[in-house]
T-cell receptor, first 121, second 108 residues
Framework: GAVVSQHPSWVICKSGTSVKIECRSLDFQATTMFWYRQFPKQSLMLMATSNEGSKATYEQGVEKDKFLINHASLTLSTLTVTSAHPEDSSFYIC?????????????????FGPGTRLTVT | KNEVEQSPQNLTAQEGEFITINCSYSVGISALHWLQQHPGGGIVSLFMLSSGKKKHGRLIATINIQEKHSSLHITASHPRDSAVYICAVRGGGNQFYFGTGTSLTVIP
């Protein structure tokens, strides 16, 4: 299967600092990537859709000035948590859509990164 | 009310048992995903389906579009199957809705 990596896998930062998380599709090009966050014992929550070469689309309630997303190339999307606070501590997961075909139909399969655990002290 | 409901929330099984996890959804979808999340947090996409049935090894996923229901079956369960299984649906405009997950523990 396709591979999506995230870096770093975990990070601890002080309150008020900014943290950048990278999401890379290693063996395919992804025009669309997604960013999720997950609180302990809860399901995934979609934060935003990242489209290569254009602005990200944020879900309702997600502050775009706080969670900056840049999808500068077909294999890399970054999420920057600005002025981090302890309540931003969470597990952040990205996924990337890989285009493919099923017969004549164009389909997309979603591949997930391993996640980044952010702790803000 | 969540757009995606899963049951059961927690499931403990003996090794070798047949396991079924259910997912019901209330929105129109283009695809349904079954995801597996291990304790470390990493997620693996098990199936993406929009109709019928798919099988991969000991895993079987079915979907009934008319009833807006999907099931994930695990045959001959094994302790390494212990994980959280998440049902996710993709609606129009790339919007995803996630179930809260089913925590499965398989006891040797």
């Amino acid at each position: 299967g396709a591979v999506v990596s995230q870096h770093p896998s975990w990070v601890i930062c002080k309150s008020g600092t900014s943290v950048k998380i990278e999401c890379r599709s290693l063996d395919f090009q992804a025009t669309t990537m997604f960013w999720y966050r997950q609180f302990p014992k809860q399901s995934l929550m979609l934060m935003a859709t990242s489209n290569e070469g254009s602005k990200a689309t944020y879900e309702q309630g997600v502050e775009k000035d706080k969670f900056l997303i840049n999808h500068a190339s077909l294999t890399l999307s970054t999420l920057t948590v600005t002025s981090a606070h302890p309540e931003d501590s969470s597990f952040y997961i990205c996924s990337a859509l890989k285009p493919g075909t099923s017969g004549r139909a164009l389909i997309y399969e979603q591949y997930f990164g391993p996640g980044t655990r952010l702790t803000v002290t | 009310k969540n757009e995606v409901e899963q049951s059961p929330q927690n499931l403990t099984a003996q090794e070798g048992e047949f396991i079924t996890i259910n997912c019901s959804y209330s929105v129109g979808i283009s695809a349904l995903h079954w995801l597996q999340q291990h304790p470390g947090g990493g997620i693996v996409s098990l199936f993406m389906l929009s109709s019928g049935k798919k099988k991969h090894g000991r895993l079987i996923a079915t979907i009934n579009i008319q009833e807006k229901h999907s099931s994930l079956h695990i045959t001959a369960s094994h302790p390494r199957d212990s994980a959280v299984y998440i049902c996710a649906v993709r609606g129009g405009g790339n919007q995803f809705y996630f179930g809260t997950g089913t925590s499965l523990t398989v006891i040797p």
